[in-house]
């Protein structure tokens, strides 16, 4: 696809130039430290107008970045998605935030997130993991299941031992997934270990199934979902190499026609003169 020429060509060249690209970065970097010290009652006091107005300042910036994006690629802005993320984060930024949206003045915040936009490598992962979700999607259901065979098991079994952990349904559910991020499940297991001394049996199944098994699935999922973006990054970067290869390879074949051409309207002259 040939790129626009004229004013539209320019500020494409521009937009897409990294020194423009890494100046979003840096100001999205300072408005997020900025951010951050309007939390600080201290800051606030000494600096409040500052910092106000310098947050004014970077989210016209923003906008006016994102009109010379609108420009240069018009319609096709759109069938981008993170260039309608980084419309709806900073277009929420411009919501008046008084009365009861005042409530959207926190969501500023979500400017930062156009870090993930602005970074190839983000977006990769990020991309991998929303890849990875239908795989995940499986393994948290299998999960689900899990936790509840093992919640009515331990409310049967451990309901009149231990009320406070497993005397309800509901309970064995939280006492259960507090065990499964292993935060303090040894004392919860000797308690019960008390009256039920076998009951480390119930609670190594359920450690060695729901954390060392289901949870590492998890990883393996997203693992094999970062490498199959990585290959397809790889395999879009050779596409572009060889479509690039192919286009200097037409060209400099054009190129040798013409000469061709031109040396046998020479020899044509030359013949002619003799």
């Known amino acids: 696809m040939s ?3 004229g004013l539209r060509g320019r500020v494409l060249a521009l937009v897409e130039s990294r020194p423009f690209q890494r100046t ?5 970097v300072l408005n997020a430290i900025l951010l951050g010290l309007e939390t600080s009652p201290r800051a606030v006091a000494a600096f409040g107008a500052l910092l106000g107005g310098l947050d004014r300042a970077m989210l016209a910036v923003f906008v ?20 309608v993320f980084d419309l709806l984060v900073v277009g929420v930024a411009l919501v008046p935030a008084s009365g009861p949206l005042a409530v959207l003045r926190a969501l500023r915040v979500l400017r930062v997130l ?16 929303l890849g990875a979700l239908p795989g995940m999607g499986s393994i948290a259901l299998l999960l689900v299941l899990v936790l509840y065979v093992a919640a009515v098991m331990a409310t049967k079994l451990f309901g009149a031992i231990a009320p406070d952990y497993f005397g309800s349904l509901g309970g064995s559910l939280f ?9 303090g499940w040894a004392d919860i297991a000797r308690e019960v270990m008390v009256e039920a001394p076998l009951a480390w049996i119930f609670f190594l199944a359920f450690i060695l199934v729901s954390t060392f098994t289901v949870l590492n699935l998890f990883i393996a999922v997203v693992v094999n979902a970062m490498q199959e973006q990585v290959a397809e990054d790889l395999r879009a970067e050779e596409g572009a190499h060889a479509a690039e290869a192919q286009a200097e390879r037409r060209l400099l074949l054009e190129e040798l026609r013409a000469l061709r051409r031109d040396v046998g309207e020479l020899r044509e002259r030359l013949d002619r003169a003799r």
């Open 114 to 129: 156009r870090l993930v936009s602005a970074s190839k490598s983000m977006r990769g992962v990020v991309g991998a993991l």
């Open 3 to 5: 790129k626009p020429a």
């Open 64 to 83: 006016v970045e994102l009109l010379l994006r609108l420009y240069a690629h018009r319609s096709a802005f759109f069938r981008d998605p993170w260039s």
């Open 24 to 28: 979003i970065i840096a100001l999205i």
């Open 175 to 183: 006492t259960l997934f507090q065990i499964m991020t292993m935060e």
